[in-house]
C-alpha cells in the first residue's frame, strides 16, 4: 500500500494564519499569506519563549488530545473504560466526532490495561455480517487492524491488549497486542448492505457480539456493558482554547512518556504542564495560551488545505487527508529512521480520530473541501458529483458532506451522505450515480440528495471499502464536484 501514497510533496512554509473556511479567502494555488497573527505581544523573552512553546505543544500534542477528548465525551454520558460505545441506528449530527461515518453502525470499544491485559473478543465473520477497523492506542497510532482485511483475516479472535512494557508470557489462544499508552480504542465499524431496518438491526445485533474484560477474569468473563450513544451528544471537535491545554494535562498525568517524545518534557513544563502536579494558568497567562491556540490553529487549518496539491486523480482535487511521510510513519509505528512528522501527524488528527494499521487494506478515504474551479464549497450553492458506473469495491462506497470548520457532521441536517448502501437511491441508464449537495434538493432529485447550511462552507469525504484493483490502478476515477448554475 505504501507504493500507493506519492513520495514526493512540495509544502510551502505557512506561517500563523488564520482560518480558512471563510468566505472569498485566499486559494490554495496562491503563494502570498496576508493573513494575519493574534494579538499577543510579549513583554520579554520568557513570554515569547512560552507562546512558542504552547504553539509546539499544539502542534505535538493534536492526536493526544483528540484521544482524551472521546474519554471525556464518554465519561460525560456516563460510560467508562473496558466498556463499549456504540450507535443503535445510523449517527446523527448528536455525534460531532471529528469526520465520522454515517452509513455504518459503530462499536467502539475503550480499554484501560492500568490494572493489567485486557481481553478484545471480535467475531468472526458470519454471511454478510463483518467489521472494519483498527486497535489504536491513546496516541491513535494503530496496533492493528481487525476484521477480514486485519490480522484476524475475519475468523475473529482474542485480541489480548497488554499495557506498556509488559513481560510475562502470553497465553495460548491470545493475539498479543501490545500498547504504548495504558488506554485506547477500536474504532470499529459493522457494516451494512442495503441500509434497511432489517439490515441496521442486523449490524447492530452482529456488532453487540464484541466483548471486552480483564484478562484476570477471562476465565468467567463478566458481561461486557454496551453504552448506546444514539441520542446522545458525543464529540471530539477540538476547543482551540486553553482546554486544549487541560485535556492534554489530563493525558500527560496518566500515559507514560514515550522514548521519542522525550524532548517535550521541558517544552510542556514551561507552559505549565508537569507529570505530577496540578495545571494552572493565571489570566496572563491563558491570554497568551490563547494566543498560541489561535495561531496554530491558523497553521494546521492552513497546512490542511496542502494536502490537496498532492492529487490522488490528476486534475482533481481529491487526496488522501493524510501527507506521505505520515502515512508511512503511522504504519510503522513512527520507527523509520530520521523521519517523525509531527507537523503533518497534527493536520490529520485535526480533522479524523482514528488511524488504520495498513492503509487501503480494508478502506480508502478520498477528501476534497474544493469544486472543479478550485473554489471552497460553499453551502449556499448546489454541486453535482458524478460517480461512474461499477465503483471497484467489495463492500461499499459513500460520499459524507462534513462542516469545513469543524470537520464534523453538519448540524440540524437530516442526513448527510449519500452511499451505495442509500436505500432508493437512483441510478443512471449506464449505472452511474448523480449525488447532488446543496441546500435545497434539485426537482425529482431528492433520493441523490445531500443538505447543507447555506451559511457555512463544507467539505466532501469519499470511502470505498473494500478497495479493488480497479480503485488504486485509476482504471476508475472519479472527478471534482462542480456546481450546477
Known amino acids: 500500500m505504501k507504493s500507493k501514497v506519492a513520495l514526493i510533496i512540495i509544502i510551502c512554509l505557512l506561517v500563523s494564519c488564520t482560518n480558512s473556511t471563510k468566505k472569498n479567502e485566499t486559494t490554495v ?5 496576508t493573513t494575519q497573527l493574534a494579538a499577543f505581544k510579549p513583554v520579554d523573552f520568557e513570554e515569547q519563549l512560552i507562546y512558542n512553546r504552547a504553539v509546539e505543544a499544539v502542534i505535538w500534542g493534536m492526536p493526544a488530545v483528540n484521544s482524551e477528548l472521546m474519554h471525556e465525551s464518554l465519561i460525560k454520558a456516563r460510560g467508562d473504560y473496558n466498556q463499549v460505545v456504540y450507535w443503535s441506528g445510523l449517527i446523527s449530527s448528536k455525534n460531532q466526532t471529528l469526520t465520522p461515518n454515517p452509513d455504518v453502525i459503530y462499536i467502539n470499544p475503550f480499554f484501560d490495561t492500568r490494572q493489567g491485559p485486557v481481553v478484545l473478543e471480535i467475531p468472526a465473520v458470519e454471511g454478510v455480517s463483518s467489521l472494519t477497523g483498527s486497535l489504536d492506542d491513546a496516541w491513535q497510532t494503530a496496533i492493528e487492524d481487525i476484521g477480514p482485511a486485519g490480522i484476524d483475516k475475519g475468523k475473529g479472535g482474542r485480541y489480548l491488549i497488554l499495557p506498556p512494557n509488559y513481560k510475562e508470557a502470553i497465553p495460548l489462544g491470545y493475539i498479543p497486542m501490545p500498547s504504548a ?9 459493522s457494516n451494512l448492505t442495503d441500509g434497511s431496518p432489517n439490515d441496521v438491526k442486523r449490524a447492530v445485533e452482529y456488532g453487540k457480539k464484541v466483548k471486552i474484560y480483564p484478562l484476570s ?30 485535556i492534554l494535562n489530563q493525558f500527560v498525568q496518566r500515559e507514560p512518556w514515550l522514548k521519542r517524545d522525550l524532548v517535550m518534557i521541558d517544552q510542556l513544563k514551561s507552559i505549565g504542564i508537569e507529570k505530577g502536579k496540578a495545571f494552572h494558568a493565571d489570566a496572563r497567562r491563558q491570554e497568551i495560551l490563547n494566543a498560541a491556540i489561535k495561531d496554530a490553529h491558523g497553521w494546521i487549518d492552513k497546512k490542511y488545505e ?14 488522501l487527508p493524510a501527507f506521505p511521510d505520515f502515512a508511512k510513519s503511522i504504519m510503522a509505528n513512527y520507527e523509520i529512521a530520521n523521519m517523525y512528522p509531527v507537523d503533518e501527524r497534527a493536520v490529520s488528527y485535526s480533522i479524523a ?21 478550485n473554489q471552497p464549497l460553499d453551502g449556499s450553492k448546489l454541486y453535482k458529483l458524478h460517480l461512474p458506473a461499477k465503483v471497484p469495491v467489495r463492500l461499499y462506497w459513500s ?17 448527510f451522505s449519500r452511499a451505495s448502501t442509500t436505500p432508493g437511491l437512483k441510478k443512471n441508464a449506464d449505472g452511474s450515480v448523480d449525488i447532488y449537495f446543496g441546500a435545497k434538493a434539485p426537482e425529482g ?15 466532501l469525504l469519499a470511502r470505498f471499502y473494500g478497495p479493488e484493483k480497479g480503485f488504486f490502478d485509476k482504471t476508475w476515477k472519479m472527478d471534482d464536484a462542480e456546481e450546477v448554475k
Open 29 to 33: 494555488s496562491d503563494s502570498k499569506d
Open 181 to 189: 499508552t495504558y488506554t485506547g480504542y477500536a474504532i470499529l465499524r
Open 217 to 246: 477474569e477471562a476465565d468467567n468473563p463478566p458481561a461486557t456493558t454496551f453504552v448506546d450513544l444514539i441520542n446522545v451528544d458525543f464529540s471530539n471537535t477540538i476547543p482551540y482554547n486553553t482546554h486544549f491545554f487541560e
Open 306 to 319: 496542502t494536502i490537496f496539491r498532492q492529487s490522488f486523480y490528476e486534475g482533481t482535487h481529491w487526496s
Open 353 to 373: 480520530y482514528f488511524s488504520a494499521k495498513h492503509i487501503g487494506a480494508g478502506q480508502y478515504y478520498l477528501m476534497s473541501p474544493r469544486d472543479k474551479d
Open 399 to 415: 460520499v459524507t458532506a462534513y462542516d469545513r470548520e469543524t470537520h464534523a457532521l453538519i448540524l440540524g441536517m437530516k442526513y
Open 445 to 459: 432529485k431528492e433520493s441523490n440528495w445531500v443538505p447543507t447550511d447555506p451559511k457555512r462552507d463544507f467539505e
